[in-house]
């Protein structure tokens, strides 16, 4: 990442651009609010007891102070807006909230890179608008809000979790994770009950959820195609667990995305 001390800055908005390869950050907090997005390839953001994955399509809003960390398995591109707090209006200030994007709030995060930390103070234009997206991102993230998965504690159960995510069009059992992350099944089951406060079955149902709701965020990918690719064994099947963990039938969610 770029070495700038980002807290250091009076500015009320800047954004950084960095390219990265496959990368863990350590766990970390900033004194400002920031509004981090993956402009290419994907990201898995842990903040507030939860894990989610963050794309082109989505945005995280993190408030003043809030624990987190950053990885990628691959290569992205992150850009990062950091807003000072006073910025945010104040009623409205999050702790963790990722949301999706729609194309414009894309494009917003993708010009705020023309000013970076070394811009003058006196830039009325750049002053207008963080200011203006401060005030959006708030909306955005009330608007479209994404439930987090639930976050391990442990390395055992950070090693099955992962298995689970890289692993979601397969069939997966308990047995066959609790071989993965080098456990008994037993152990794995009451791993999930105390750590995830969830069961295996569902955190597996979570899992296959968002993957899905990272696919369909994307243009011209269908339901059918989304839930083989999910592990779901049927549409119907699919749309019920979507329904279930989300409030909402896969259909309409996809709508809130227009094909671009």
Same mark, same amino acid.
């Given at each position: 990442? %770029?070495?700038?001390?980002?807290?250091?800055?009076?500015?009320?908005?800047?954004?950084?651009?960095?390219?990265?390869?496959?990368?863990?950050? =350590?766990?970390?907090?900033?004194?400002?609010?920031?509004?981090? *997005?993956?402009?290419?390839?994907?990201?898995?953001?842990?903040?507030?007891?939860?894990?989610?994955?963050?794309?082109?399509?989505? %945005?995280?809003?993190?408030?003043?102070?809030?624990?987190?960390?950053?990885? &990628?398995?691959?290569?992205?591109?992150?850009?990062?807006?950091?807003?000072?707090?006073? *910025?945010?209006?104040?009623?409205?200030?999050?702790?963790?909230?990722? !949301?999706?994007?729609? =194309?414009?709030?894309?494009?917003?995060?993708? !010009?705020? &890179?023309?000013?970076?930390?070394?811009?003058?103070?006196?830039?009325? +234009?750049?002053?207008?608008? !963080?200011?203006?997206?401060?005030?959006?991102?708030?909306?955005?993230?009330? @608007? @479209?809000?994404?439930? =987090?998965?639930?976050?391990?504690?442990?390395?055992?159960?950070?090693?099955?979790?992962?298995?689970?995510?890289?692993?979601?069009?397969?069939?997966?059992?308990?047995?066959?994770?609790?071989?993965? &992350?080098?456990?008994?099944?037993?152990?794995?089951?009451?791993?999930? @009950?105390?750590?995830? @406060?969830?069961?295996?079955?569902?955190?597996?149902?979570?899992?296959?959820?968002? +993957?899905?709701?990272?696919?369909?965020?994307?243009?011209?990918?269908?339901?059918?195609?989304? +839930?083989?690719?999910?592990?779901?064994?049927?549409?119907?099947?699919?749309?019920? +667990? !979507?329904?279930?963990?989300?409030?909402?039938? =896969?259909?309409?969610?996809?709508?809130?995305?227009?094909?671009?």
């Amino acid at each position: 990442m %770029a070495h700038v001390d980002v807290d250091a800055t009076r500015l009320n908005g800047f954004c950084l651009v960095d390219e990265l390869r496959p990368f863990r950050s =350590p766990w970390h907090a900033h004194r400002k609010v920031q509004l981090l *997005a993956a402009t290419s390839g994907t990201m898995r953001l842990e903040a507030d007891g939860g894990q989610w994955v963050v794309s082109p399509q989505r %945005a995280a809003l993190l408030g003043s102070g809030v624990e987190h960390r950053v990885s &990628a398995d691959r290569p992205v591109r992150l850009c990062t807006v950091y807003l000072a707090p006073a *910025a945010v209006p104040a009623s409205s200030r999050p702790g963790c909230a990722v !949301f999706g994007l729609a =194309p414009l709030a894309q494009q917003l995060i993708h !010009f705020s &890179a023309r000013w970076g930390p070394g811009r003058s103070a006196k830039d009325r +234009a750049a002053n207008a608008f !963080f200011t203006a997206l401060a005030h959006l991102s708030v909306e955005w993230a009330a @608007g @479209g809000l994404t439930a =987090p998965l639930p976050a391990a504690r442990s390395p055992e159960l950070e090693l099955a979790m992962d298995h689970v995510l890289a692993h979601l069009d397969e069939p997966l059992s308990l047995a066959r994770v609790a071989r993965a &992350a080098v456990m008994s099944p037993r152990t794995l089951a009451r791993r999930f @009950g105390e750590e995830a @406060g969830l069961g295996f079955r569902r955190f597996l149902r979570q899992a296959r959820v968002h +993957a899905a709701m990272e696919r369909l965020s994307q243009p011209g990918v269908r339901i059918r195609e989304t +839930a083989a690719a999910c592990g779901f064994k049927s549409e119907a099947a699919f749309t019920h +667990a !979507f329904k279930a963990v989300t409030g909402e039938l =896969p259909r309409a969610y996809r709508a809130r995305f227009p094909a671009r």
